[in-house]
């Protein structure tokens, strides 16, 4: 009997570029952000503190190479034949000048078995001259760019102090995707103001973008940041996901309304137990998507089963 189809899993994904097990290696190349620096704010997002999803490895004293060498013990001992892709992660991994981005970027690329790159950063800080550069790397090596949308909806950037609007996210995927370079995108559900029908609409909103993965996480309150800080004043004005089972039915209603062929990267975020506020779970990534599956198949639920598609538009639209 074949499997049940729910949604576009990512190691598939993987396995149609590569024909042996990857795995991330998340980098801290040491760059900072425009909304933390001055050039658009100081503090950065309300909700940020870069130390929820920096390893052990990752710090900024260490060298590119030196991460990634430290990565690939930590990974094989699990996999000895595993090969990586060098995820440039905390903060805005395009921020910077652009003969610095290519010595960043080679030098992670010329580590025995690193085999692509990921690159994560804001919609606001691709300019053509490093989009070119990169749409020749692309013709090289496997290249996966990631932008951090966090939502759709103007109001909530800017009460989470973004710094960039949705229309900003809009030109920057188009034109980072005409160049045919791999283009993600980041979002987080629950985000003040936010009701569950708005982010089950945002998720029509981004399938009208040529997007090939997305990745969604639950808003998540971490000591020392201001957003932490609004809370204790004004918990009245959060909705946080105490009860895993009504984020796990939103997530269902989201990927229902997604575009067939994007490829949901993950659905949750764990953050260190001594930063996290809430909510806390106490689950793992994978058993939280094995509870999201086991849902699916009792609702019969699927990726993009509220879509269809919108000749008008030449992609699939929201009903």
């Not at 004043?233 to 575009?259: K, M, S, T, W």
Request: charged fraction near 25%; include cysteine; aromatic fraction near 12%.
């Amino acid at each position: 009997m074949a499997q049940q189809f729910l949604y576009n899993e990512f190691p598939l994904f993987l396995k149609r570029y590569f024909p042996y097990k990857v795995q991330k290696i998340s980098l801290n190349a040491g760059f900072t952000c425009p909304n933390r620096d001055g050039t658009k704010g100081q503090g950065g997002c309300t909700y940020c503190n870069n130390q929820t999803f920096n390893p052990e490895y990752c710090r900024t004293e260490k060298t590119i190479k030196v991460q990634l060498e430290e990565g690939k013990r930590f990974f094989a001992h699990k996999y000895p034949e595993m090969k990586y892709l060098a995820y440039f992660q905390a903060y805005t991994n395009t921020y910077a000048g652009l003969e610095s981005l290519k010595r960043k970027y080679e030098e992670a690329l010329s580590v025995d078995d690193v085999v692509g790159l990921v690159i994560g950063t804001r919609p606001d800080c691709m300019p053509d001259e490093l989009l070119q550069y990169l749409e020749n790397l692309n013709r090289q090596t496997f290249l996966l760019v990631e932008y951090g949308i966090e939502t759709t909806c103007d109001e909530t950037l800017k009460r989470i102090n973004r710094g960039h609007t949705y229309a900003d996210t809009v030109e920057t995927v188009q034109r980072t995707a005409a160049r045919g370079i791999l283009t993600g995108g980041h979002v987080i559900l629950g985000l003040p103001g936010e009701s569950h029908d708005d982010m089950v609409s945002q998720a029509g909103v981004l399938s009208e973008l040529p997007l090939t993965t997305l990745k969604m996480h639950q808003l998540q309150l971490i000591r020392g940041t201001r957003m932490a800080y609004e809370y204790e004043q004004n918990p009245a004005g959060f909705h946080l996901f105490n009860d895993v089972n009504e984020y796990i039915e939103l997530v269902i209603d989201y990927i229902e309304h997604l575009r067939p062929d994007i490829v949901p990267e993950r659905f949750v975020s764990q953050s260190p137990r001594e930063l996290l506020i809430a909510p806390d779970w106490g689950l793992k990534n994978y058993e939280f998507t094995a509870r999201v599956q086991k849902r699916m198949k009792e609702r019969g639920a699927y990726q993009g089963r509220m879509y269809k598609f919108s000749e008008k538009k030449g992609i699939f639209a929201g009903q």
